[in-house]
């Protein structure tokens, strides 16, 4: 059975200019969001992909509760920040699947701590 995200996400090395920033989880995603350029709704998409790597569109759509085509929309934007990327799986009937590996949240910090310090 798939899950729901986790909310416990715990952003490392990130600092402001007068130390460790801390933020709730949802000031974390609203921030995270507006320096990715990216819907808070697209990145909770990350979030789910980040806890749910390999994941197909249908999974990840099942897990989120939304229809497949909203879906791919907003997996779109992540392709193009390189949040997630995606990989063709072929099936047993020949029909090919993509799987979704998020960027570790690690590397995502970092960047976003280099977008803050500019």
């Known amino acids: 059975m798939l899950t729901t995200p986790t909310s416990d996400y715990t952003v490392p090395h990130l600092r402001g200019p007068t130390g460790p920033i801390t933020q709730t989880d949802l000031e974390l995603t609203e921030m995270m969001a507006t320096v990715c350029r990216v819907h808070i709704a697209v990145f909770r998409v990350y979030l789910t992909v980040l806890d749910h790597p390999q994941s197909t569109i249908a999974e990840i759509a099942e897990i989120l509760d939304r229809d497949q085509s909203t879906l791919?929309?907003?997996l779109?934007?992540?392709y193009e920040q390189e949040?997630?990327?995606?990989y063709p799986r072929t099936v047993s009937n020949g029909d090919v699947k993509?799987?979704?590996v998020a960027q570790p949240l690690e590397e995502t910090s970092e960047w976003l701590q280099r977008e803050l310090d500019t």
């Open 72 to 74: 791919g929309k907003q």
């Open 76 to 78: 779109k934007p992540l």
């Open 83 to 86: 949040l997630v990327t995606r």
């Open 98 to 100: 993509y799987l979704h």
